[in-house]
Every structure is written in structure tokens, then in C-alpha cells.
């Protein structure tokens, strides 16, 4: 199923992207973008922080699929290495495109250490838009405080909020997630698998596993918890970015948007049961935690 996200400046996102971050973090990612695209990827997020754009490239380029068919991100480094301009220069080079269809402000805590370095950061980002190097712009990590900060003088709104979202964050990222839903920011979540993956056997499990229990009856496949955590984020209305060095869990990922929804109980019941820790995975120092 091909579903598409619109962003606020009409350009539409594929809901599932690959990432290159975290388990490829500096490490040559072509073989697994290239699967990643092959299995049926279409939106690829890269980060000149992952030191392996030009291996994201390669990945993209040894795939044989059409750029124009292809999705792809790519952030400011935390600390960028000159003009915000120059560095996306260098990515679009690695990447071997001429335009990036996303360019995130990775993360805005050093930026907010310097009065006025956001709104200015945010004026480059809205040139690079303007020159066409990047399709749609936004940002990653951002706080309400920190949107705020460059709304007050924005020409164009940012198109998306890349965070953290999984129910054990839910406290915080749901303050963020409103927010942006009032602007029209489309929120991108990382780390959605998170209550699975690095803090099992929390107070989400039982839910996450009854909601399998009852889509693999309805659906008449094997319905995993992480498929419900993936259809947690989608009826939530966000852009999902995950990653996995298994096709399987890949297909697994992209078969979520057929299977049945989650009724507004399972969607309540595991928020609330979100609700009763708080575990940040990532980005802590952003979120003064
Ligand atoms: N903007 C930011 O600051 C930021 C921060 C972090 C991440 N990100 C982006 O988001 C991407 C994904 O981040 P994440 O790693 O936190 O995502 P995630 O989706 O929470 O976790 C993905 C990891 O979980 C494993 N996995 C996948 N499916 C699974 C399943 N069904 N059961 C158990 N394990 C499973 C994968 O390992 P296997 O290879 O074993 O499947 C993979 O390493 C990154 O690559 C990066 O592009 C952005």
C-alpha cells in the first residue's frame, strides 16, 4: 500500500522511511539501502551526523531506481562545518543528487546556546528552500520553546518536526506533537519501536500483545507488537522513520497500513500505559533530561 503524508508546502512524504542513522551510524550503508529499495522503500533519512551520505548514495545509485521515485532526507549536522548552504552542497555531492526532497535543522541545542543563531540558522534554511537545494525544510529535536523561537520571525514554516515518539514519551512528545499540529507542522517520529527493542517487559507489553493477538485473528496473518507500535504511530498521523538490517522486518513495517486499525481503546490503553514511565532513548541533553 502506497500511502503518502502532505506536508504544508503541498510536497507529499512516503509514511515509511529507512534509516541510516543509529545501527549504520558511520557505517557503510549501501548494501542495506540498496535491499532497503529494493524491498519496496521509497523515503530514505540521512544525516551529515551519520558520516555515510556518500554510502546512502551509493546505496540509492546501485538500487537502478529513479531519483524522481525516490524520498530523501538529509540534516544539518549538529555543529556544521561552515555555511549551512556549503555543507548541503558537500551532502548533495555525497548523495549525488542535486536536491535533497527534506533538510532538517538535526537538532537545535547548540544553536540555542547563541542568542539569535536559531532565527539565523532558520533564515539559511528558508534560502536553501528559496534556491530549490531542498524540496521542503524543517527541523529535528525541536521544543516547543525552540519552534516558538523561529516562528516569531519565519517566512515559511517548517514543514516538519523530527522527534522521538514512543508511548514511554509520550508525556513529552505529545506537548511537541500538538503544537505542531496546530501549526501544520507534520511531526516524523524516531525511535518508535523503542518499548520493544531497549525497554521490553514495560507496562505497554500486555496491550501491545493483546492488540496482536486480536489483528492476527482479524487479518488472518501473524500481527507482531512491533506492527502495532508502527500502527500506534500511523493512526497518529506522523511520518515513520525506523530501520532494520532484516527484509523481514522491513515487509514486516510496510504490510502495517493494510492490517486492520487499532480501536480508540487499544490507542488509549497503550498511551495511558505509556504514560506511567518516561523513558527518553535519544537526544537527551536537547531535552535538558
Ligand atoms: N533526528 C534524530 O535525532 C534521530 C535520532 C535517532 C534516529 N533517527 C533516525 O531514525 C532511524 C531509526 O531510528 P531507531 O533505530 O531509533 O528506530 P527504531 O525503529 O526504534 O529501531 C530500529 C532498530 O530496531 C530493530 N528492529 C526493527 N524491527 C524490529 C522488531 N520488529 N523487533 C525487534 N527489533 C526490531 C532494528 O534492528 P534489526 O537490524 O535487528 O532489525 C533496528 O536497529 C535512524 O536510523 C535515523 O535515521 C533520527
Same mark, same amino acid.
Given at each position: 500500500? *502506497?500511502?503518502?503524508? @502532505?506536508?504544508?508546502?503541498?510536497?507529499?512524504?512516503?509514511?515509511?522511511?529507512?534509516?541510516?542513522?543509529t545501527a549504520l551510524f558511520g557505517q557503510d550503508a549501501a548494501t542495506f539501502v540498496k535491499a532497503a529499495i529494493e524491498t519496496g522503500i521509497t523515503h530514505l533519512d540521512g544525516a551529515q551526523a551519520y558520516r555515510n551520505e556518500e554510502t546512502l548514495g551509493k546505496g540509492i545509485k546501485d538500487s537502478g531506481v529513479k531519483r524522481e521515485k525516490l524520498f530523501i532526507t538529509t540534516k544539518l549536522a549538529e555543529t556544521p562545518a561552515g555555511p549551512i548552504k556549503s555543507t548541503l552542497k558537500t551532502s548533495l555531492k555525497d548523495l549525488g543528487v542535486d536536491q535533497v526532497d527534506l533538510f532538517l535543522i538535526h537538532s537545535p541545542f547548540?544553536?540555542?546556546?547563541?542568542?539569535?543563531?536559531?532565527?539565523?540558522?532558520?533564515k539559511e534554511m528558508e534560502e536553501i528552500k528559496?534556491?530549490?537545494?531542498?524540496? *521542503?525544510?524543517?527541523? @529535528?529535536?525541536?521544543?516547543?520553546?525552540?519552534?516558538?523561537v523561529i516562528l516569531e520571525d519565519a517566512t515559511i514554516i517548517p514543514s516538519v518536526n523530527q522527534i522521538e515518539m514512543h508511548p514511554y514519551i509520550w508525556d513529552t512528545a505529545s506537548v511537541v506533537y500538538d503544537f505542531c499540529k496546530e501549526k501544520g507542522i507534520v511531526v516524523q517520529s524516531y525511535g518508535g519501536l523503542s518499548p520493544i527493542t531497549v525497554y521490553s517487559g514495560g507496562s505497554v507489553d500486555p496491550i501491545?500483545?493483546?492488540?496482536?493477538e486480536r489483528l492476527s485473528k482479524e487479518s488472518g496473518t501473524t500481527v507482531s507488537p512491533g506492527q502495532v507500535l508502527t500502527k500506534w504511530l500511523i493512526q497518529k498521523g506522523v511520518i515513520i522513520i525506523t530501520t532494520s538490517s532484516k527484509v523481514s522486518r522491513i515487509k514486516e513495517s510496510l504490510a502495517v497500513p493494510s492490517l486492520p486499525d487499532l480501536t480508540s481503546d487499544e490507542i488509549s490503553a497503550i498511551e495511558t500505559e505509556g504514560l506511567k514511565v518516561h523513558k527518553r532513548y535519544r537526544m537527551r541533553h536537547v531535552f535538558d533530561e
Amino acid at each position: 500500500m *502506497s500511502l503518502t503524508i @502532505s506536508l504544508n508546502d503541498g510536497s507529499q512524504v512516503p509514511w515509511l522511511g529507512f534509516g541510516t542513522g543509529t545501527a549504520l551510524f558511520g557505517q557503510d550503508a549501501a548494501t542495506f539501502v540498496k535491499a532497503a529499495i529494493e524491498t519496496g522503500i521509497t523515503h530514505l533519512d540521512g544525516a551529515q551526523a551519520y558520516r555515510n551520505e556518500e554510502t546512502l548514495g551509493k546505496g540509492i545509485k546501485d538500487s537502478g531506481v529513479k531519483r524522481e521515485k525516490l524520498f530523501i532526507t538529509t540534516k544539518l549536522a549538529e555543529t556544521p562545518a561552515g555555511p549551512i548552504k556549503s555543507t548541503l552542497k558537500t551532502s548533495l555531492k555525497d548523495l549525488g543528487v542535486d536536491q535533497v526532497d527534506l533538510f532538517l535543522i538535526h537538532s537545535p541545542f547548540l544553536a540555542r546556546k547563541e542568542e539569535g543563531k536559531l532565527k539565523q540558522w532558520w533564515k539559511e534554511m528558508e534560502e536553501i528552500k528559496k534556491e530549490g537545494l531542498a524540496k *521542503s525544510i524543517g527541523v @529535528s529535536n525541536f521544543k516547543v520553546e525552540d519552534l516558538q523561537v523561529i516562528l516569531e520571525d519565519a517566512t515559511i514554516i517548517p514543514s516538519v518536526n523530527q522527534i522521538e515518539m514512543h508511548p514511554y514519551i509520550w508525556d513529552t512528545a505529545s506537548v511537541v506533537y500538538d503544537f505542531c499540529k496546530e501549526k501544520g507542522i507534520v511531526v516524523q517520529s524516531y525511535g518508535g519501536l523503542s518499548p520493544i527493542t531497549v525497554y521490553s517487559g514495560g507496562s505497554v507489553d500486555p496491550i501491545l500483545a493483546s492488540a496482536a493477538e486480536r489483528l492476527s485473528k482479524e487479518s488472518g496473518t501473524t500481527v507482531s507488537p512491533g506492527q502495532v507500535l508502527t500502527k500506534w504511530l500511523i493512526q497518529k498521523g506522523v511520518i515513520i522513520i525506523t530501520t532494520s538490517s532484516k527484509v523481514s522486518r522491513i515487509k514486516e513495517s510496510l504490510a502495517v497500513p493494510s492490517l486492520p486499525d487499532l480501536t480508540s481503546d487499544e490507542i488509549s490503553a497503550i498511551e495511558t500505559e505509556g504514560l506511567k514511565v518516561h523513558k527518553r532513548y535519544r537526544m537527551r541533553h536537547v531535552f535538558d533530561e
